[in-house]
């Protein structure tokens, strides 16, 4: 199997809401149009930045479908299926393969604490719904599960698995999952904080949350990596985790921060919905600074 479109910069795809906070079609498509524009390799569809946890399956469906409308065929397209149920992780990779998604990804099931087994068995049940690749997602600090090498091993013996996005930060893992698994496997560095570490030591790309907010510093990032050029590599993730720190600063959530810096960019996809905070107060007078960091960012390292 050719791996090669996985291999690159892939966004986290946030919510697109309308003024009333329900997913909004057009608002979905504006924000599909403007990371294709930025030359991403592609797209990670309802993931922990799409705030999937708080969608019904219906809206989960909508998402995955303007999506696929709007850039299959243009970009790479993953979709997130994990959901607290098996079943309803099922009808969405179903859908997901309807629709034409490349590979569908799963957190391991929720709430519950969950044996190796019935993890197994989760991914598994999803894997064996469709005739789709599968890319495990190794999240520990949100879901409490951390994916061990052996019940890694045992996965990867099924021929769908072609990938892990590990979002766990020791970038020894990644090391560990590329070496058991082989070249013919697909890491994906999660902490978007050691993208050059994780390239590095294994990554073949990245799925990442803040990637959407400043995607040319990430394409940049890697083509330092690509071409060997650690200096300039390393400079670049100072200067991003710089703005990453500065994101988490905010008394509201990652994403609403996100979402109110986009807008400054004309993309407008609303807020983030509660539980999540909205940004508010004197944050919002914040923005524009991180806003700055980027911009500034991006003309240090261009040309
Ligand atoms: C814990 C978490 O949400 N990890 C995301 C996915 O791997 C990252 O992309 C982060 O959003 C990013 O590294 C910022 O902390
Ligand atoms: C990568 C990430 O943040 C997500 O799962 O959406």
Redesign the pocket.
Known sequence: MNLEKYKGIIP?FYACYDELGEISESRTKELCNYLYKKGVKGLYVGG??GECIYHSLEERKATLKYVAHQLKGKLTLIAHVGAPSTRDSVILAKYAEELGYDAVSAIPPIYFKFSESSVYKYWTEIMDATKMPFIIYN?P??TGFDLSINLFKRLIENQKVIGVKN?SMPVMDIERFKATAGEDFIVFN????QYVSGRIIGADGG????YGVMPELFLMAEKFVSAGDFENARKIQHDINDI?VAL?SLNGS?YSTIKEMLKLNGVYIGSVRAPLESVSGDDLNKIAGIKALIDNAIQKYKG
């Open positions: 986290a922990s930045s999240i600090q949100t979002s999660g902490p978007d904080e799925i990442g949350g803040t990453i988490c990652l």
